[in-house]
């Protein structure tokens, strides 16, 4: 017994707890009712729709009123009959416009809506507009033609006054008829337009013919009455951008190269003076008078300069021409020691070709300390040789070098069958040889004696050119004819033994001169590596051609003498080159 009390004592919790939720539930459900029924009464207290059907329009017109649509009525069909016999008149467009008027008398009296009535007015107004416009519209257009033959026959004033008639009828259309076709603001501008045009034209014209007059006072230098006659032309053009702005005759621009050309008349003096002494220093130039010259020339400049100072807007102003006469004066003034330099270099070059090296040393010092006072002291001369100055420099640097040079080049060099005048190297140009010559080696399969690779034509050519100033003869890569004169023919040649090729050479060119020369002395021209050529009938943005296969091609391939394209800035690690030598 006592067991089961303490039993209910422990369920009684969970009895309250049930009774708990149904009440909250049945609250809840209380309030979502009460606020759905505050909504609803609220819809109560707001606006109805209203059933028009129901509305009733039975207002009573009065006969009075009745009577002027009856007599609009009677008017409208009075007109129809008209345009049933002929064409409306002056006369019969007042039965429409009386038709028009009885319409709003009626509709003004009224005190309900008469949708139809409406309609009907509008209708009346649309066919009053385009009728009583018609005449109007007829006689602009009639003005606006003659006026076009008066512009015609270049009677400007005369067709001034005919566009703005025309102008004139379009706008009263415009005003009086807005409904009628004839309407058309764009139309009125147009006319409005072309009437100031053409009392414009005038002016503009008198204006330019001022204004070449001017310039005929310019060609003479006759200051003064240019400058009289270009501040006339000025003034007009001014009152044409004051006076008629927007039309084709007013113009800013214009009104500002004026004013630039009037500041040029003033300064016109100043320039004839620069151009004096600059002509006086050109013909002491050419009597070889430089030093004269030079001092002439300097003048010019200042003069030049001061005009600048002066008249910053003429059309003399240059600060163009003062760099151009500082230019000629230190060129005249270095003329010496240019013809020292110009003889020099000659003189280097003949040693050189000679190969009197020892002498060639002497000589490009020489050349080094007077390139170096011309730049110094004469820094805008013409006279000064970017090209030389950057040749002379590489001399100098490799003077201690050229004898060595030179011997390994001439010993390397074999004639070329059937090629007069050029000799070209055995082999391919080495990697050492190349280094020594350029001072770096791009070569991505490293090896003093074996091919230069990885060097793209340019960098081919700029080689070639070095090696000229070096030797003193020209130097370039050779011709597709003259590899293949140096060739031969292959027909009986066991290619195995000349070519290294995808069969021995394991992919990678291999050191020059180890295998057999051809019949002509000269090695590895199939195989090894690719030899660039030089580019003749091509343009520069062209690609250039290397020929002969290289050491990953099959000797199938290298037979047929193999000539591939490629970009002149491309490099390939089985790319080199080798060059020709002209000899005297």
Same mark, same amino acid.
Not at 97 to 113: H, M, N, P
């Given at each position: 017994?006592?067991?089961?009390?303490?039993?209910?004592?422990?369920?009684?919790?969970?009895?309250?707890?049930?009774?708990?939720?149904?009440?909250?539930?049945?609250?809840?459900?209380?309030?979502?009712?009460?606020?759905?029924?505050?909504?609803?009464?609220?819809?109560?207290?707001?606006?109805?729709?209203?059933?028009? @059907?129901?509305?009733?329009?039975?207002?009573?017109?009065?006969?009075?009123?009745?009577?002027?649509?009856?007599?609009?009525?009677?008017?409208?069909?009075?007109?129809?009959?008209?345009?049933? !016999?002929?064409?409306?008149?002056?006369?019969?467009?007042?039965?429409?416009?009386?038709? =028009?008027?009885?319409?709003?008398?009626?509709?003004? &009296?009224?005190?309900?809506?008469?949708?139809?009535?409406?309609?009907?007015?509008?209708?009346?107004?649309?066919?009053?507009?385009?009728?009583?416009? $018609?005449?109007?519209?007829?006689?602009?257009?009639?003005? $606006?033609?003659?006026?076009?033959?008066?512009?015609?026959?270049?009677?400007?004033?005369?067709?001034?006054?005919?566009?703005?008639? +025309?102008?004139?009828?379009?706008?009263?259309?415009?005003?009086?008829?807005?409904?009628?076709?004839?309407?058309?603001?764009? %139309?009125?501008?147009?006319?409005?337009?072309?009437? %100031?045009?053409?009392?414009?034209?005038?002016?503009? &014209? @008198?204006?330019?013919? !001022?204004?070449?007059?001017?310039?005929?006072?310019?060609?003479?230098?006759?200051?003064?009455?240019?400058?009289?006659? *270009?501040?006339?032309?000025?003034?007009?053009?001014?009152?044409?951008?004051?006076?008629?702005?927007?039309?084709?005759?007013?113009?800013?621009?214009?009104?500002?190269? *004026?004013?630039?050309?009037?500041?040029?008349?003033?300064?016109?003096?100043?320039?004839?003076?620069?151009? %004096?002494?600059?002509?006086?220093?050109?013909?002491?130039?050419?009597?070889?008078?430089?030093?004269?010259?030079?001092?002439?020339?300097? $003048? +010019?400049?200042?003069? &030049? @300069?001061?005009?600048?100072?002066?008249?910053?807007?003429?059309?003399?102003?240059?600060?163009?021409?003062?760099?151009?006469?500082?230019?000629?004066?230190?060129?005249?003034?270095?003329?010496? #020691?240019? #013809?020292?330099?110009?003889?020099?270099?000659?003189?280097?070059?003949?040693? =050189?070709?000679?190969?009197?090296?020892?002498?060639?040393?002497?000589?490009?010092?020489?050349?080094?300390?007077?390139?170096?006072?011309?730049?110094?002291?004469?820094?805008?001369?013409?006279?000064?040789?970017?090209?030389?100055?950057?040749?002379?420099?590489?001399?100098?640097?490799? &003077?201690?070098?050229?004898?060595?040079?030179?011997?390994?080049?001439?010993?390397?060099?074999?004639?070329?069958?059937?090629?007069?005048?050029?000799?070209?190297?055995?082999?391919?140009?080495?990697?050492?040889?190349?280094?020594?010559?350029?001072?770096?080696?791009?070569?991505?399969?490293?090896?003093?004696? %074996?091919?230069?690779?990885?060097?793209?034509?340019?960098?081919?050519?700029?080689?070639?050119?070095?090696?000229?100033?070096?030797?003193?003869?020209?130097?370039?890569?050779?011709?597709?004819?003259?590899?293949?004169?140096?060739?031969?023919?292959? @027909?009986?040649?066991?290619?195995?033994?000349?070519?290294?090729?995808?069969?021995?050479?394991?992919?990678?060119?291999?050191?020059?001169?180890?295998?057999?020369?051809?019949?002509?002395?000269?090695?590895? *021209?199939?195989?090894?590596?690719?030899?660039?050529?030089?580019?003749?009938?091509?343009?520069?943005?062209?690609? +250039?051609?290397?020929?002969?296969?290289?050491?990953?091609?099959?000797?199938?391939?290298?037979?047929?003498?193999?000539?591939?394209?490629?970009?002149?800035?491309?490099?390939?690690?089985?790319?080199?080159?080798?060059?020709?030598?002209?000899?005297?």
């Amino acid at each position: 017994m006592a067991n089961f009390k303490k039993s209910s004592h422990r369920h009684l919790p969970h009895a309250s707890s049930g009774i708990k939720k149904f009440v909250i539930g049945l609250l809840i459900v209380v309030l979502a009712l009460a606020i759905l029924a505050g909504f609803w009464f609220l819809s109560q207290l707001g606006p109805k729709d209203v059933d028009y @059907r129901d509305l009733n329009y039975s207002v009573e017109v009065p006969e009075s009123v009745k009577a002027l649509q009856e007599e609009s009525l009677a008017l409208e069909s009075q007109f129809e009959d008209i345009l049933a !016999l002929r064409d409306a008149g002056p006369e019969d467009i007042l039965l429409l416009k009386g038709a =028009l008027t009885k319409q709003e008398a009626y509709l003004s &009296q009224i005190s309900r809506v008469d949708s139809e009535g409406q309609k009907r007015l509008v209708n009346l107004k649309e066919r009053y507009h385009n009728l009583a416009a $018609e005449p109007m519209r007829l006689e602009s257009l009639d003005l $606006e033609r003659e006026a076009e033959a008066l512009v015609a026959e270049e009677d400007y004033e005369n067709a001034r006054v005919k566009f703005r008639e +025309a102008y004139q009828k379009q706008r009263q259309i415009n005003e009086t008829f807005p409904l009628s076709s004839a309407y058309n603001v764009g %139309r009125a501008t147009r006319l409005e337009r072309q009437a %100031r045009y053409l009392m414009a034209v005038p002016l503009l &014209q @008198r204006s330019i013919a !001022l204004e070449e007059e001017a310039d005929l006072f310019i060609e003479r230098q006759e200051w003064g009455p240019a400058e009289e006659r *270009l501040q006339q032309a000025m003034a007009l053009q001014d009152q044409l951008n004051r006076e008629y702005r927007g039309t084709n005759q007013s113009s800013v621009a214009r009104l500002e190269r *004026l004013r630039i050309k009037l500041v040029g008349i003033r300064s016109g003096q100043s320039y004839v003076e620069v151009q %004096r002494v600059a002509q006086l220093a050109d013909e002491r130039r050419a009597a070889n008078e430089n030093l004269e010259a030079a001092a002439l020339y300097l $003048e +010019a400049s200042r003069l &030049q @300069r001061q005009l600048n100072d002066a008249y910053r807007d003429s059309p003399y102003a240059s600060s163009e021409r003062v760099s151009e006469y500082q230019r000629k004066s230190q060129t005249a003034e270095s003329f010496e #020691l240019g #013809l020292a330099i110009e003889r020099n270099h000659d003189l280097m070059q003949k040693l =050189l070709a000679e190969r009197r090296t020892y002498e060639a040393a002497e000589v490009i010092a020489a050349l080094r300390r007077d390139i170096k006072q011309m730049e110094e002291a004469f820094p805008r001369s013409s006279l000064n040789d970017e090209d030389l100055q950057l040749k002379v420099r590489y001399l100098n640097l490799v &003077q201690n070098d050229l004898g060595f040079i030179q011997d390994r080049i001439y010993d390397a060099l074999l004639p070329i069958p059937e090629v007069e005048g050029w000799r070209m190297l055995r082999t391919e140009v080495p990697q050492a040889l190349y280094s020594l010559i350029m001072g770096t080696n791009p070569s991505r399969n490293k090896g003093d004696v %074996r091919p230069v690779d990885s060097v793209s034509w340019v960098e081919a050519k700029n080689f070639c050119e070095r090696l000229s100033w070096i030797l003193g003869e020209s130097v370039r890569l050779p011709t597709e004819n003259e590899f293949r004169q140096a060739l031969g023919a292959l @027909r009986y040649v066991v290619l195995e033994d000349h070519v290294w090729s995808v069969s021995d050479a394991e992919g990678v060119p291999q050191s020059v001169a180890t295998k057999a020369a051809f019949a002509s002395g000269f090695y590895d *021209l199939l195989g090894n590596v690719s030899e660039w050529l030089e580019s003749i009938n091509r343009f520069d943005t062209e690609d +250039a051609r290397h020929i002969g296969g290289h050491a990953q091609d099959r000797l199938e391939s290298i037979f047929t003498v193999p000539i591939r394209e490629a970009p002149r800035g491309e490099r390939n690690r089985l790319t080199g080159f080798r060059v020709v030598v002209k000899v005297d």
